[in-house]
Each structure stands twice: as C-alpha cells, then as structure tokens.
Nanobody
Framework: QVQLVESGGGLVQPGGSLRLSCAAS????????YGWFRQVPGKEREGVVC????????HYTDPVNGRFSFSRDNTKNTLYLQMNNLEPEDPAVYYC?????????????????????????WGQGTHVTVSS
C-alpha cells in the first residue's frame, strides 16, 4: 500500500521560509511522477511543483517560481519543498502526491488545470500559515 506522509507546515512571517517533507512508503519514488500541490478553502487544488522523474522533467508554477524549490532524498525515499520568501498568498494546505503509473505525462500537465487528477496517491496535507 502506497502511503505519503507530509510534515513541516506551520506559521511563518511574510518573507520567511519553511521546508516541507513528504515521506513515501510502499513505492520507490525514483522513476515516477510526483509533485506538491496546495489548496485553500473554496478553491480547487492547484499545482506548486510537478516532477516526472522518468523523463527528468520539472515544472514550477508561476506563483512560486523562483521562491520554492524541490528536492528528493533517494536514500530516505522522501520529497522536500523548500519555500522561501513566503507571501500572504501562499497560505494553504500543502499536499504531496504521486502517480503510480510509469512514465506518465509531462510534468507541466500535472501542474496545469485539473492535472492533479492524474495523481493516484495523496498525503494527508500539512498547513502553512503566513502571518505577521
């Protein structure tokens, strides 16, 4: 059974930083597509960064490009999202997700529109709040 567990959310001041983690079990992330998404109440889930590790393709969405960065630790089978210069528009529940199919569509597809529906397994989410 594939499971994803996020951690690292919390309260941070505008301009601050947080690092989210997503520990995977039941699947080896290498070779799959996965990503970080976020959702605020009343709005649809949106992509933050999506990766197709089979093709080596990474896509950051415009709101976070240049401020957020993704990394992966293969030894821990864990994904990370480093969020810098957090803005008042960034608060949300942040989720990691994985597409169990290989090779999957391009990374940009997952992060566009309702592309998140390609993802098979989701973590429980972690809350990020930005406030002074």
């Amino acid at each position: 059974q594939v499971q994803l567990v996020e951690s690292g959310g919390g309260l941070v001041q505008p301009g601050g930083s947080l690092r989210l983690s997503c520990a995977a079990s039941g699947i080896t992330l290498d070779g799959h597509a996965y990503g970080w998404f976020r959702q605020v109440p009343g709005k649809e889930r949106e992509g933050v960064v999506c990766i197709n590790s089979k093709t080596g393709d990474t896509h950051y969405t415009d709101p976070v490009n240049g401020r957020f960065s993704f990394s992966r630790d293969n030894t821990k089978n864990t994904l990370y999202l480093q969020m810098n210069n957090l803005e008042p528009e960034d608060p949300a529940v942040y989720y990691c997700a994985v597409d169990e199919a290989i090779p999957g569509p391009p990374a940009s597809r997952y992060c566009s529109g309702r592309g998140f529906t390609y993802m098979d397994t989701w973590g429980q989410g972690t809350h990020v709040t930005v406030s002074s």
